[in-house]
């Protein structure tokens, strides 16, 4: 335990530094998630870079974090120290007696899922399968090699049995935290930071549209309670609700980068972009649905600096998300010709990668229509109260105003 604080320390004060120098003047809640976004960067860096060389060893990757660490100490000569950690302002919440009740139940059903989970061994079939198998296997080859999945999750469905060719940066995030005990213990919850991060992103991202502080926390705490993200925390060495945190968090950042279009704002964007795609295939799908948005976002940034200039902040972005997102889909590509194997490519009707399922075949894996119910999807495991006492007030409310 001694070993895993000591490392996590060199990393915690790596990303600290670097989110010192690199983050534009902001707030509190930026600064959480700009930490955070270079804290897991840096984490997946260093194992990419060890266990493609066969040396993902614990003593390796402390070695290596040590020298980022006197790197970053050494590029911060001469640079003020002072006030590295901006002041939060939290006295707004306890002014108001219904943001700390809707805190207080946050963190009473938080911690409580998290110690039945922690007293209890991993339970979930993609845990076991893959999530916490692969990184079993990386610590005793001490490289990124995935076995080969004879089944998937699920005995009757054979399109998973590609499990070894899915992304693992979220996978890199559990190694992480088996390393040092060489137990899945901590990895098991390894999703638990992330229901934080997720609260603060909501807050960021409702404040830059100028939402009161209390209704943007309130927010915060609504999105971490519904149903199908809570109840994740009990099997949290899943990724789902990792998506979904790190999705915000491009938003965010996303946000960011339009109201103040610098190479600073773009480092932030392209790493969080690439850790968004190096999770999970599906977040491709999400980042295309997002194409419009982040269009035009790029045109308002095009309002602030040149075009010349623009082309440089672009371009930063994709060499990121390439250098952190990438490593799995070029690794598929060499051992299948499919960067997205098992799914099929085609292009009107013309195949441009070869798999043995079609895309649609392969997302009714994830939302089986025929047992599609709207039932479930807002009350049982979807959205939960918060749908009939927020969200469906909110949308027709103001259209009768």
């Known amino acids: 335990m001694l070993v895993f604080i000591l490392i996590n320390s060199l990393v915690a004060l790596s990303s600290l530094f670097l989110t010192k120098k690199l983050l534009e003047k902001s707030g509190f809640a930026d600064f959480v998630i700009s930490w955070f976004t270079f804290y897991f960067a840096l984490i997946i860096l260093v194992e990419l870079c060890l266990g493609i060389f066969d040396r993902l060893f614990l003593l390796d990757m402390f070695i290596a974090h040590l020298v980022i660490l006197c790197a970053v100490l050494l590029s911060f000569k001469g640079y003020p120290y002072r006030q590295i950690i901006p002041k939060p302002q939290i006295s707004f919440i306890f002014q108001n007696k219904f943001l700390l009740f809707s805190g207080s139940v946050f963190l009473s059903f938080f911690l409580v899922k998290l110690w039945v989970n922690l007293i209890n061994p991993p339970l979930c079939a993609d845990s076991l399968q893959y999530h916490l198998t692969f990184p079993a296997v990386w610590l005793r080859n001490a490289n990124l090699n995935n076995p080969i999945a004879i089944f998937g999750s699920k005995p009757t469905s054979a399109e998973l049995t590609a499990l070894t060719y899915y992304p693992i940066n979220a996978e890199l995030l559990f190694f992480w935290l088996m390393a040092p005990l060489r137990n899945a213990f901590l990895a098991d919850v390894g999703e638990a930071p992330f229901y934080l991060i997720g609260i603060v992103a909501v807050f960021s991202i409702l404040r830059k549209f100028s939402i009161s502080k209390d209704i943007a926390l309130f927010c915060g705490f609504l999105w971490a309670l519904i149903p199908n993200i809570f109840k994740q925390l009990?099997?949290?060495?899943?990724?789902?609700?990792?998506?979904?945190?790190?999705?915000?968090?491009?938003?965010?950042?996303?946000?960011?980068?339009?109201?103040?279009?610098?190479?600073?704002?773009?480092?932030?964007?392209?790493?969080?972009?690439?850790?968004?795609?190096?999770?999970?295939?599906?977040?491709?799908?999400?980042?295309?649905?997002?194409?419009?948005?982040?269009?035009?976002?790029?045109?308002?940034?095009?309002?602030?600096?040149?075009?010349?200039?623009?082309?440089?902040?672009?371009?930063?972005?994709?060499?990121?998300?390439?250098?952190?997102?990438?490593?799995?889909?070029?690794?598929?590509?060499?051992?299948?010709?499919?960067?997205?194997?098992p799914v099929k490519i085609d292009i009107f009707g013309k195949q441009i990668f070869s798999g043995f399922i079609d895309k649609n075949s392969f997302s009714n894996i994830f939302v089986n229509w025929k047992e599609f119910s709207l039932m479930k999807l807002f009350f049982r495991e979807g959205l939960g109260i918060q749908f009939l006492a927020f969200i469906l007030p909110a949308t027709f409310i103001p259209l009768l105003l």
């Open 234 to 341: 009990r099997t949290a060495s899943q990724i789902d609700v990792m998506c979904a945190v790190l999705l915000l968090v491009f938003l965010n950042q996303l946000i960011s980068l339009s109201r103040k279009p610098t190479i600073r704002s773009a480092i932030f964007l392209g790493v969080t972009m690439g850790m968004l795609v190096g999770t999970k295939v599906l977040n491709v799908y999400w980042l295309i649905t997002l194409l419009p948005l982040i269009l035009y976002y790029l045109f308002k940034a095009r309002d602030r600096v040149s075009f010349k200039y623009l082309w440089v902040i672009i371009t930063t972005v994709l060499f990121l998300t390439f250098i952190f997102g990438s490593f799995s889909y070029i690794r598929t590509f060499i051992l299948t010709a499919n960067p997205l194997y």
